[in-house]
């Protein structure tokens, strides 16, 4: 059993940044990633990197969001600058495990709200 505990979601205004974290149990997993899902859409890749850290973003994020792994910590991050609005959602952490276990892990989401 893998267990993914994210932190770091929040109240924050238009232009702020926030710093997301996510902790998994267990093993080296090929990839760990962000998903975020708003009210009324369907859940979207925000971030996601590979254990030899290849990195690929949405669009809608690219130039603003930085996405970074410890593998020594099983830990990834999502460091989020100038925020908007829209980027309001819940953020879910996403760890790849498919190689290892044969599915994949989520965690339990965390809120960020930007709003003025």
């Known amino acids: 059993q893998v267990h993914v505990v994210e932190s770091g979601g929040g109240l924050v205004q238009p232009g702020g940044s926030l710093r997301l974290s996510c902790a998994a149990s267990?093993?080296?997993?090929?990839?760990m990633g962000w998903y975020r899902q708003a009210p009324g859409k369907e859940r979207e890749l925000v971030a996601r990197?590979?254990?030899?850290?290849?990195?690929n973003y949405a669009d809608s994020v690219k130039g603003r969001f930085t996405i970074s792994r410890d593998n020594a910590k099983n830990t990834v991050y999502l460091q989020m600058n100038s925020l908007k609005p829209e980027d309001t959602a819940v953020y879910y952490c996403n760890v790849d495990a498919k190689l290892a276990l044969g599915r994949d892990y989520w965690g339990q989401g965390t809120q960020v709200t930007v709003s003025s």
């Open positions: 990197i590979t254990a030899a850290g290849t990195t």
């Open positions: 267990g093993t080296i997993f090929n990839a």
